[in-house]
C-alpha cells in the first residue's frame, strides 16, 4: 500500500470558501427544467407551483446555495418578457433540439423556486440578441419595489414584492454561441450593457462578465486591460471534462477502459493549470484582486446516451464522475482566494447531474452523494497544508494519485480526500503541527468504477459511514481506498 503525509496547522487559516462553490446551473436545455424539475401544476406527479417536490427536498439536502438560469446559450435568445404573464409567447429553442417551449417557466417561477430551495439566484442577462433597454427592464421588473410600469407589471403577474437579486451575468460564452464576439468588442459590449443594469433592491449586486473558455488567456487578457472593478465584481471561467479531448467523439459515460478513465482524470485535474494561468493574468491588471472568478460551468461531458435525443445531451453518471466531482470541489477550495462560485453542469438530466428522472422516479447520482458529502466545507476557512503523496505513472501522463481539502468551522475541521488510482489503497498519515485529534468520524462514496443508480431502485453509489482509520498518539492514520472519496471530521 502507498502512503501519504499530510500536515497542517489547525490554526492557520488562508481564505474564506464561499457556499457558492457548491453552485448549480439549471438551462432550457433538454429535460433540466421541462420535464425535469418543471412537471406543471397539474402534473400527477406531487409538486408545488409545477415543480417536483422531491427535487425541491433533494436539491435542500444538498444544501444549494445558488442557482444560474436560463443559460447556457439559451440565454443570449431568450427574451424575458415572453416568458411572464397569462399569455406567453413559446420560443424555439435552436441551441438544443430545435424544440418548442411554451415559456411557463420563466421569471417568475425561477425565482419563487430559489425563495423555496433558499439559495440565491444568478440570472444570465441576454446580450447576444438582446438591448439594453430589454435588460434594464428585467431589472426593473425584479427588484423595483415602488410605483414603476415594470414593477406594476409584476404585481399584475401576482407578486407584490420585488425579488432580491445578488449575482447578474452580462452574457454568456459571447466568445462563441453568445455572438462570435471578439473579446474587446465584448468589453465594449458589456461596459454599456452594465451602466444601465441597475438593481433597485440591491445596490450591491455583483455584475458578472464572460470570461475565458478553459485556456483561452488572450481573452482574459484583454478583458482584464478594458474593465475595472467599478465595471465588474468578477469574470467567469467554462472548462468542461472530454475524456477523449474531441468534441466529436467525447467517450461513452457507462463504458470505458482504465485508458480513458486516467484520461478523464487528467483532464479534469487541468481546471487547476487554468484557473491558476488566468488568476495571474488578473493579477497583473488588478494586484487587489477586487474582481473574482466564477467557473459558472464545469463537469464531464460524454457522448449522449443512446436512443436519446443527441440535442438533449443526457448522459448517465458512474464512480468515475464522483471522482472527478471530488476532485474539482477540491481544487475550488483550494483556489477559494480566487473562486468565489462555481456551478455544476448541470442540475438534472443534463451533462454531469446530480438528479436524474423518468417518469416519477427520480435518482440521485454518485455526484448527489459527494455534494451532501461536502457541506460542511460551505462556508468554511481553508486550512493550510502541506502534503507529501504518491504520483501516478498512468496513460503517458503522471497524475497525483490523490486530491484533498482542508477546511475549519465552528474549531471543528473537516477533510476530503478523493484517490484516483483505479486498484491502489492509500495510507494517509494526518498530522497537526501540535495538538491530539480527537472526536473522529469519517464517510466514504465507493464503489466499481463503472457503477451507476438506476431507476429500478440500485444505488451502489451512496454516502456511508466508514471506518478505515485509527488514532496513533496525537496523530490519525486512514485509508483511502482505490477510487474512492473519503471525508473526515475531527477537532485538534
Known amino acids: 500500500m502507498k502512503t501519504a503525509y499530510l500536515k497542517f496547522d489547525p490554526n492557520k487559516t488562508l481564505s474564506h470558501i464561499n457556499k457558492e462553490i457548491y453552485g448549480h446551473f439549471s438551462e432550457h436545455l433538454g429535460r433540466c427544467i421541462y420535464g425535469g424539475m418543471f412537471v406543471g401544476k397539474d402534473s400527477q406527479i406531487p409538486n408545488t407551483n409545477g415543480v417536483r417536490n422531491d427535487v425541491i427536498e433533494a436539491l435542500k439536502e444538498i444544501g444549494i446555495p ?17 416568458g411572464v404573464g397569462k399569455d406567453r409567447k ?15 417557466f420563466g421569471t417568475n417561477e425561477f425565482f419563487d423556486l430559489c425563495e423555496k430551495l433558499g439559495c ?11 438591448t439594453v433597454r430589454e435588460l434594464a427592464s428585467w431589472l ?33 460564452e459571447n466568445w462563441g454561441c ?112 477586487k474582481i473574482k472568478l466564477i467557473v459558472d460551468e464545469w463537469g464531464c461531458w460524454y457522448d449522449v446516451e443512446k436512443g436519446t435525443n443527441p440535442g438533449f445531451l443526457y448522459q448517465q453518471n458512474t464512480m468515475r ?30 451533462l454531469q447531474s446530480v438528479l436524474l428522472s423518468e417518469g416519477n422516479r427520480l435518482v440521485k447520482t454518485p455526484t448527489y452523494h459527494i455534494f451532501k458529502m461536502y457541506l460542511p466545507h460551505h462556508d468554511a476557512e481553508l486550512v493550510k497544508t502541506s502534503l ?24 471543528e475541521l473537516f477533510l476530503t480526500v478523493s484517490n484516483c488510482s483505479l486498484d491502489e489503497d492509500c495510507e494517509m498519515l494526518i498530522d497537526p503541527e501540535y495538538g491530539v485529534i480527537s472526536g473522529v468520524s469519517a464517510q466514504i462514496v465507493s464503489s466499481e468504477i463503472h457503477a451507476y443508480n438506476d431507476f429500478n431502485g440500485n444505488t451502489p453509489v451512496k454516502l456511508s459511514d466508514y471506518n478505515g482509520f485509527e488514532k496513533c498518539k496525537n ?8 477510487h474512492s472519496v473519503a471525508s473526515f471530521k475531527f477537532k485538534v
Not at 415602488?146 to 449575482?167: F, I
Not at 496523530?475 to 482505490?482: G, N, W, Y
Open 66 to 82: 445558488v442557482l444560474r438560469w436560463p443559460g447556457g446559450c439559451f440565454a443570449d435568445e431568450y427574451h424575458w418578457h415572453d
Open 321 to 350: 464522475d464522483a471522482i472527478v466531482a471530488a476532485a474539482n470541489l477540491n481544487i475550488f477550495n483550494n483556489r477559494s482566494d480566487r473562486v468565489i462560485m462555481a456551478n455544476l453542469a448541470q442540475v438534472m438530466n443534463v
Open 178 to 289: 453568445g455572438g462570435n464576439m471578439r473579446a474587446q468588442a465584448y468589453a465594449d459590449q458589456y461596459r454599456k450593457y452594465e451602466t444601465f443594469a441597475k438593481n433597485y433592491s440591491n445596490p450591491g449586486m455583483m455584475k458578472i462578465a464572460c470570461g475565458p473558455n478553459a485556456d483561452d488567456y488572450f481573452w482574459t487578457e484583454e478583458l482584464m486591460q478594458n474593465l475595472k472593478p467599478w465595471h465588474t465584481g468578477a469574470i467567469t471561467l467554462h472548462y468542461y471534462t472530454l475524456p477523449t479531448g474531441n468534441w466529436q467523439k467525447k467517450g461513452a459515460a457507462l463504458t470505458f477502459d482504465d485508458d480513458e478513465y486516467y484520461e478523464t482524470i487528467s483532464k479534469t485535474l487541468y481546471m487547476d493549470e487554468i484557473i491558476a494561468k488566468h488568476g495571474l493574468i488578473m493579477d497583473k491588471y488588478d494586484p487587489e484582486r
Open 475 to 482: 496523530k490519525l492514520i486512514a485509508t483511502i481506498p482505490a
Open 140 to 172: 426593473e421588473y425584479i427588484t423595483h419595489g415602488g410605483n414603476s410600469p415594470m414593477a406594476n407589471e409584476r404585481r399584475a403577474n401576482g407578486r407584490e414584492k420585488p425579488w432580491a437579486l445578488k449575482y447578474l451575468g452580462i452574457g454568456n
Open 90 to 104: 413559446p420560443i424555439l429553442n435552436t441551441n438544443w433540439g430545435g424544440v418548442v417551449e411554451d415559456n411557463t
Open 120 to 130: 440565491e439566484p444568478y440570472l444570465a442577462g441576454n446580450l447576444g440578441s438582446g
Open 388 to 411: 507529501a503523496a504518491p504520483e501516478l505513472e498512468k496513460a503517458g501522463k503522471t497524475i497525483p494519485m490523490l486530491t484533498y481539502s482542508l477546511s475549519k468551522k465552528n474549531e
